[in-house]
């Protein structure tokens, strides 16, 4: 079919199919769906194929009067930290409805770039440090999106790690550490779930633009991993359209006219041939071809965001992770609760940028708790509340920050407001009317731009840690214990004020239920069980590339040109682990309102694979499930390897109390492998293996060790 279509064209009509039109949302914008982030030109009779943004919820920009309300589902962080495949592709098959529903065939999600540094402005939109993590959780979305006929697209292909310079830094990186951290979700989404379609990164990748990289698009991309689908750029990506189709890049994107006449004009002179635009052509017109609107779908405009909302609390709800809790949690029946901070009222449902939506409602902090009918002091959420009103102007509290957050200026939105806003006299006297205080924490972040290790970003601001040492102060005094809620986009410094609270709960950026799932957590209708998919350092000099400028460009030199990966495989826990530096929360940490017992570890080699079989024992009085998680650590061979590396993890499912579930996993050998640069093979030593199996990276239950006879070879 595609090649009779092909055949058909003529040189001018592929041209057009291999370069699309984007934004800006005027006349030449996306005419199918306006406000969608892209499509495909009007070729032929064919449909044009209609993109758009992104990994928190369908987004479509208001730009024709209408209202096109998407749910806004928790961030794709929050979604790692549920460790539940499971969930996840009811999440991404719901996006995928509401994308079907509003006419949008292809998702420009998930984002599954590294956590390499915890201070890139994008984190929130991407799962994790660790690849298997996000692999297994990236393709879970996938899945869910694809399963109801809407395409997915993993991004940014590759390296794409930081936002400093994003157009156009060179990523230098050793391709082992390529091949084992930044290849590999995608790797693992490709080779599992088989995406429509994969966006090439904005940055250079060892001295060539990622869609301009014939190595990584067309070598590793499809001839090793056996990808069939389509790649396009990221929007404006890259500095040489010629170059991007020669490579393996099939759409570019957002597309111009003169990107156009540019490779008509290569091909007629012979620097671009016809069967590459042919080739490039073809998937398009493939991805085209299994489009809804190539099989006559007409759009509902209807989308259930009713039952869109249930699944993203209960995405948000599993992603929550109790960081600390001296018994504070969840609150006893009918606790009169002190809310401190603006972010009760300015909740944070989404970070800044393409990855944002526009939900019909948000429910914030405050909102949830009194929806609950829980004892809120309600002349102190009213300080707040006013408060920001003065701070912000009533305009930009709705706009900004909960309709529309991708709309700049960050000045406004990256420095939380004053939250210290109260006398001594007055917080005692709140302490004593009130039987707990719960403070709000906020950090946003975003597209464009990195955090930074400073006060009012990494670090809590004077006025934040004065305001925690006051009602931690009071509160104490009169017996009355004190809960942290962490409404952030990536990790903030803990360490230093930690012990003045009894209880720090991290919701992250949860979508639009936040205020619901903060009010199920505190009573204990939900049991908090999600686990870190990042390392929390104690301080910005632990993590490695604060180091050196060269390792993290932006802080500074501010206007970098190279970035170097100079810790290699050792991302996140792999260098803690390495070089022995403790962190404040580990990576796979979280607590419960309950206790686990891990017992009756079996390890076996089944041909190519192990086994891992153990029991988990719900030891304590909630209803709770538990992350399980099995590390391997390999002996030092030929190859160095860390410490050790997560290679399968499983979430129970809710164990009542002394209930125990049996969980079972397997590992293939294969996917014990490091990658030998020199050989340019996958190599499995021979030796002795250690199976770990760990409620966190750290927190080791039950070991064993298996021998593998004789090293093994594969091809990448
Ligand atoms: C972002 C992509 C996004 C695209 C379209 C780019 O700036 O990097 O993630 O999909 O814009 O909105």
């Known amino acids: 079919m595609v090649q009779e279509l092909l055949s058909k064209l003529s040189l001018e009509e592929k041209v057009n199919l291999v370069v699309g039109v984007g934004r800006p949302y005027g006349p030449n914008g996306p005419k199918r769906i306006p406000g969608a982030t892209g499509e495909t030109r009007l070729v032929d009779k064919l449909p044009r194929v209609v993109l758009t943004d992104g990994p928190s919820g369908v987004r479509i920009e208001f730009v024709d009067g209408r209202e096109w309300y998407a749910t806004s589902f928790p961030s794709p962080v929050v979604l790692a930290s549920t460790w539940n495949p499971e969930i996840v592709e009811a999440v991404g098959r719901a996006m995928g409805e509401e994308a079907r529903d509003y006419g949008v065939d292809v998702l420009l999600a998930p984002?599954?770039?590294?956590?390499?540094?915890?201070?890139?402005?994008?984190?929130?939109?991407?799962?994790?440090?660790?690849?298997?993590l996000s692999g297994v959780i990236g393709a879970a979305f996938v899945r869910g999106v694809q399963s109801v006929g809407v395409g997915a697209t993993p991004k940014h292909f590759a390296a794409n790690e930081q936002e400093t310079n994003r157009l156009i830094i060179d990523t230098v990186v050793s391709e082992r550490a390529l091949r084992e951290i930044y290849l590999k979700p995608f790797e693992i989404i490709v080779k599992k779930a088989r995406p429509w379609a994969i966006m090439g990164a904005y940055n250079k990748l060892n001295g060539k633009y990622a869609t301009q990289n014939e190595w990584l698009l067309t070598k590793v991309l499809r001839e090793e991993w056996g990808f069939d689908g389509l790649v396009m750029t990221d929007w404006g990506a890259g500095d040489n359209p010629v170059e991007q189709i020669k490579a393996g890049t099939d759409l570019i994107?957002?597309?111009?006219?003169?990107?156009?006449?540019?490779?008509?004009?290569?091909?007629?002179?012979?620097?671009?041939?016809?069967?590459?635009?042919?080739?490039?052509?073809?998937?398009?017109?493939?991805?085209?071809?299994?489009?809804?609107?190539?099989?006559?779908?007409?759009?509902?405009?209807?989308?259930?965001?009713?039952?869109?909302?249930?699944?993203?609390?209960?995405?948000?709800?599993?992603?929550?992770?109790?960081?600390?809790?001296?018994?504070?949690?969840?609150?006893?029946?009918?606790?009169?609760?002190?809310l401190f901070g603006t972010g009760q009222v300015e909740t944070l449902r989404v970070g800044t940028g393409s990855g944002h939506t526009h939900p019909k409602r948000v429910v914030t902090i405050l909102e949830g708790l009194k929806e609950k009918g829980l004892r809120i002091d309600e002349e102190l959420s009213a300080i707040y509340e006013r408060h920001l009103l003065e701070v912000r102007g009533k305009q930009l509290v709705s706009r900004f920050l909960y309709d529309e957050p991708h709309r700049w200026p960050y000045t406004l939105v990256a420095q939380p407001p004053p939250q210290d806003i109260l006398k001594d006299e007055q917080v005692e006297e709140i302490a004593k009317r009130n039987d707990v205080a719960a403070i709000v924490i906020t950090r946003l972040s975003g597209e464009g731009m990195d955090?930074?290790?400073?006060?009012?970003?990494?670090?809590?601001?004077?006025?934040?840690?004065?305001?925690?040492?006051?009602?931690?102060?009071?509160?104490?005094?009169?017996?009355?214990?004190?809960?942290?809620?962490?409404?952030?986009?990536?990790?903030?410094?803990?360490?230093?004020?930690?012990?003045?609270?009894?209880?720090?709960?991290?919701?992250?950026?949860?979508?639009?239920?936040?205020?619901?799932?903060?009010?199920?957590?505190?009573?204990?209708?939900?049991?908090?069980?999600?686990?870190?998919?990042?390392?929390?350092?104690?301080?910005?000099?632990?993590?490695?590339?604060?180091?050196?400028p060269e390792c993290y460009p932006g802080v500074p030199p501010e206007d970098p040109r190279v970035v170097k990966y100079c810790e290699d495989i050792y991302v996140g826990y792999r260098y803690f682990d390495k070089h022995g530096v403790e962190p404040a929360y580990e990576f796979g940490y979280g607590l419960s309102y309950t206790e686990f017992e891990y017992r009756n570890l079996r390890v076996e080699k089944d041909g190519e694979k192990i086994r891992v079989s153990f029991e988990v024992v719900n030891k304590g009085s909630y209803p709770g499930k538990e992350v399980t998680q099995v590390y391997i650590k390999a002996p030092q061979g030929r190859l160095e390897k860390p410490e050790k590396e997560l290679k399968a993890f499983k979430k129970t499912r809710l164990l009542k109390p002394s209930e125990a579930e049996r969980i079972e996993l397997e590992i293939e050998l294969r996917d014990l492998a490091s990658f030998d640069e020199k050989e340019k093979m996958w190599v499995v030593e021979e030796g002795e293996y250690e199976v770990m199996v760990g409620a966190s990276s750290r927190d080791i239950r039950l070991r064993e060790k298996i021998r593998i006879e004789g090293t093994r070879n594969y091809k990448p």
Not at 113 to 128: A, K, V
Not at 278 to 284: H, N, P, Y
Request: charged content about 30%; glycine content about 8%; proline content about 6%.
């Open 111 to 132: 984002g599954v770039n590294i956590h390499r540094h915890p201070l890139c402005g994008r984190n929130f939109e991407y799962f994790s440090e660790d690849p298997l």
């Open 253 to 338: 994107m957002p597309g111009s006219d003169i990107i156009v006449v540019t490779l008509l004009e290569a091909v007629k002179s012979g620097d671009l041939s016809e069967e590459e635009i042919d080739r490039a052509a073809a998937r398009v017109l493939k991805l085209i071809e299994k489009s809804l609107a190539y099989r006559g779908h007409r759009p509902s405009m209807k989308p259930d965001l009713e039952k869109h909302a249930r699944i993203a609390y209960e995405a948000a709800a599993e992603g929550v992770v109790l960081l600390k809790n001296n018994g504070v949690l969840p609150l006893k029946k009918g606790a009169r609760i002190a």
């Open 451 to 548: 955090r930074k290790p400073v006060k009012g970003d990494f670090y809590l601001t004077d006025d934040e840690r004065s305001l925690i040492e006051k009602v931690s102060r009071y509160f104490h005094k009169y017996g009355k214990k004190v809960v942290a809620i962490l409404n952030i986009c990536g990790p903030i410094e803990v360490v230093s004020w930690r012990d003045l609270v009894d209880a720090i709960l991290l919701i992250w950026l949860p979508g639009q239920e936040a205020g619901r799932v903060v009010a199920d957590v505190l009573v204990g209708d939900v049991n908090p069980s999600g686990k870190l998919p990042v390392t929390f350092p104690k301080d910005w000099s632990d993590v490695p590339i604060s180091k050196s």
